[in-house]
């Protein structure tokens, strides 16, 4: 079965840099999820998107934008790249199964800012 | 959101049942209960969840008290790919939410 598809798998960047990650979500998914998992934490919540259109905020820097496009999927843009922003960052997608929400995570973007 | 509540960690044996336990003292009637896990390095994993009633896949067995303000997630069988951390998340219905989480129970599996 498709999976959750999240690209680059990994990423190194200089301070003050930028990095584009993308997600692209299972077909039919309509909502989508960005989380953030710093080492030895929990993943926190960004942002997420349903249909297109911004749905729920979370901790998410200004720095840091977000959009889902035409196609669903989505992509995180994060500017002025801080050694703190050194995190996994996992995608999820989401749609009504059984009843209630299924959600499926993506294996992650490893961001490493040096 | 309500909170869940969860032991920090577990330790069990290879090919014994394990029972990882989440209180929610403050669910609500609408709030479905899920558990998610996360191997190292890897994208959160569902598991299972339910709503009132006991729950059983492949994967494992979701028992919820009748008050609702506990659940126990059973693995009947442990293996070593097993180990993970464990998320006990309660989710409103209210469409499409966000899954929020907290501490999870870090499960070892000893060989």
């Known amino acids: 079965a498709a999976g959750v598809i999240q690209s680059p798998r990994h990423l190194i960047k200089e301070k003050r840099e930028t990095a584009t990650l993308k997600c692209y979500p299972i077909p039919r998914h309509d909502t989508v999820y960005w989380y953030q998992q710093g080492p030895g934490q929990d993943p926190q919540f960004l942002i997420s998107f349903y249909e297109k259109m911004q749905s729920d905020k979370g901790s998410i820097p200004d720095r840091f934008s977000a959009q889902q496009f035409s196609d669903y999927h989505s992509e995180l843009n994060m500017s002025s790249l801080e050694l703190g922003d050194s995190a996994l960052y996992f995608c999820?997608?989401?749609?009504?199964?059984?009843?209630?929400?299924?959600?499926?995570f993506g294996s992650g973007t490893r961001l490493t800012v040096v | 959101d309500a909170k869940t509540t969860q032991p920090n960690s577990m330790e069990s044996n290879e090919e014994e049942p394990v029972h990882l336990p989440c209180n929610h003292s403050?669910?609500?009637?609408?709030?479905?209960i899920h558990w998610y896990r996360q191997l190292p390095s890897q994208g959160p994993e569902y598991v299972i969840h339910g709503l009132t009633s006991n729950v059983n896949n492949r994967m494992a067995s979701l028992a919820i008290a009748e008050d609702r303000k506990s659940s126990t997630l059973i693995l009947h069988r442990a293996t070593l790919r097993d180990a993970a951390v464990y998320y006990c998340?309660?989710?409103?219905?209210?469409?499409?939410?966000?899954?929020?989480f907290g501490q999870g129970t870090r499960l070892t599996i000893n060989p």
């Open positions: 999820a997608s989401s749609a009504l199964v059984g009843g209630d929400y299924g959600y499926t």
């Open positions: 403050t669910i609500s009637g609408t709030d479905y």
């Open positions: 998340i309660l989710r409103r219905d209210q469409g499409a939410q966000k899954l929020v």
